[in-house]
């Protein structure tokens, strides 16, 4: 571990270490010097932000130093690059991003990000692509799916965090007080739950691709030129519209929390501004997930000996018009699961959770239910992006 | 392996050993003696029914032992009893099946077995819903699930033969004289080949429960009161309706192989007892997958605690629904692309094989592609397993 810092540092004499302390489960440290700076990310016997009683194995490291070199090599520069991996330690080195901020905390100020969608929607064409049969070598495929099967400590909290809990009564749940008849609402909603369960059987189940898991929008570090994915260790094999679905999710709960940060003015302009990055991710990811699929198709699912190569375009156009739609069916039921499980359950979202009145943050909040319940259950009838964020303005009155 | 051998057996002077010879990938020896009888299967390093031309890995022997002892004890007493396996040679002794015959010959015969849909329609329940997140403890189901994930080989034969080939010119393929028209039809049918694709990702990704992997007619062997399954070895996490489309497919195919073996009046009675055997397989199926959905629900995918604990048992019968659904649709498509590729690709089946006139047997083989790109194209079209028969009953005039 020590020579890759001296590499990047110098002498260790001259380091000056802090630690950033905002990990849900990791010890995180910047460690700086004249000559560089670097991050030092720890996994802990436990989780972080809970302590002791949650006992957590430590190879959640490996599986965060494998996601990263497969994410990094399929969008190369989204991610922060790698310096070193100690799996005894369950450490990695990595590069200090600077003078990057979370997009979560960015999303409840004041600034604006124009090339944000670009980067999101061409990240998560790439790599849910390149992850996937479209793509890759076949026994490669299983070997990676074989690999990250066994994380299966951090898969069981997105099962359970995420599909269960927001619609049962459990002691990990929370919501901001007045929103004890919607959560009630939630647990005694047999459609949603039906749809919660359908969509857990697709995140089990459907091993499609090697998702990052765990996107959102704390995931994701910005400036006003670059925006960068963290924090790979839930990456399992899964459906492509759970990554898609999480971060739209969460960038919708961030349109909601606006009229909690801003007068009546600033709030409609920067939830304009929210769902205009929403639209552009998806319509970023739908023009680069095309261009990969016609240039990319190499894995046995390319299926290019039925069509390009016997018939002519047509078929193939027809095959991505059917997986695009598989994908945007699940990208909105995710999304509504998403944004439950952010006001619902265990782990909440700054835009949200730093609205200081109560009231107004239950009001957003409420607002956020209601659309995420209709993407959860009405999501066959939203034929489109911008559907979708119409929706989401009437709701807000936007 | 001499000891349990020895000891089924008694001394090995007394031993009598012949080979069955009639397996596609393995050498198959019965051995018996005074004390008793049994089989030993053991591996080449090539597929047997082609030769050295076609290297085959030792390791299926590996899957065939694990996938044997996971499904037998899923059904107990449905598949051979396993006396030794030995992973350096690559070799199983197992329980001799006699006076047990292979179902492909019964069917074409004049035999009837009372019991056969019952035991297939249970075993496929039992298997499939044991096997997946329903039952299963998670962290087991992803251990099995990264076990046979690396059963690359064979299940890539899957992926070749079944999905891809008999919708392509690809040397591997042979049809009878006079289908010419009928195989450059499946070539050029766009929606064919789009369902194909489909039914090839649903394979490839949807990793639901430990399949059998290459259940059809040959895998069963039958008395008129025993139905066993054998031949495990292309075992791989799938999709459920995948064995039970291949099962099915093949007896329909049977089925459209009678008036090719039979004058009127016995062709359409042996016809009618099929159907009505594909009635009895999916019926039981439904039934049994019923029952252990209510007693045997303790997986992630369970949902209990949405239901059963929480309201009561309405929303647990609409998702239990919504599965059968799922899987009803997944089992026609599969059926239908097995129907092509046993009759357009390499394997064919003896059923029809066996119909010695080729005239005759192009004829049958005719009707049974037209039923086969109906279930693959139209199967969202098909409620229920009884309009599926008709429809098999009016392509064959019965």
Chains 1, 2 share one sequence.
Not at 100 to 118: S, V, Y
Not at 320 to 335: N, T, V, Y
């Amino acid at each position: 571990m020590l020579r890759p810092m001296k590499e990047a540092l110098g002498a260790a004499t001259s380091w000056r270490v802090r630690e950033v302390g905002d990990g849900n489960l990791n010890l995180v440290f910047i460690v700086e010097s004249g000559g560089g700076s670097l991050v030092v990310k720890q996994a802990l016997p436990y989780a972080r932000v809970v302590g002791d009683s949650w006992p957590m194995s430590l190879d959640r490291t490996f599986f965060e130093f494998h996601a990263l070199t497969r994410l990094e090599a399929r969008d190369p520069g989204r991610l922060p690059k790698l310096l070193h991996f100690d799996e005894d330690q369950a450490l990695l080195v990595m590069e200090y991003l600077h003078p990057h901020i979370i997009l979560r905390k960015a999303l409840a100020e004041d600034a604006l990000f124009p090339q944000l969608g670009a980067h999101l929607g061409r990240y998560l064409a790439r790599t849910l692509f390149r992850g996937s049969d479209l793509a890759m070598k076949t026994a490669d495929r299983k070997s990676d799916l074989a690999l990250f099967s066994r994380n299966v400590e951090l898969t069981g909290i997105t099962e359970d965090l995420f599909f269960t809990d927001p619609f049962m009564i459990h002691p990990r749940n929370r919501h901001t007080p007045g929103l004890e008849e919607s959560a009630r609402a939630a647990r005694e909603d047999m459609d949603l739950k039906l749809a919660a369960r359908t969509l857990k059987a697709r995140f089990c189940s459907c091993a499609e691709t090697l998702l990052h898991g765990d996107l959102h929008t704390g995931s994701i570090m910005v400036t006003e030129t670059d925006s960068r994915v963290i924090d790979a260790e839930f990456a399992v094999y899964g459906p492509m519209g759970f990554d898609i679905g999480s971060l739209l999710g969460n960038f919708w709960l961030a349109f909601f929390a606006q009229r909690g940060h801003h007068a009546a003015g600033t709030a409609e302009q920067r939830g304009r501004w929210i769902l205009h990055v929403v639209q552009t991710i998806w319509d970023v990811f739908v023009a680069e997930f095309s261009t990969l699929w016609h240039r990319e198709r190499t894995g046995i699912l390319g299926g290019r000996e039925f069509f390009e190569d016997a018939q002519g375009l047509l078929g193939s156009n027809i095959a991505l018009q059917q997986q695009l739609k598989e994908i945007w069916l699940d990208s909105l039921g995710f999304a509504g699961i998403e944004m439950h499980r952010r006001i619902l359950g265990l782990a909440h979202a700054a835009e949200l959770e730093t609205i200081a009145d109560e009231g107004q943050r239950a009001a957003c909040e409420r607002r956020a239910l209601i659309m995420g319940r209709a993407l959860a259950v009405n999501r066959a009838s939203l034929p489109d992006i911008g559907s979708v964020n119409s929706l989401a303005a009437d709701i807000d009155g936007l």
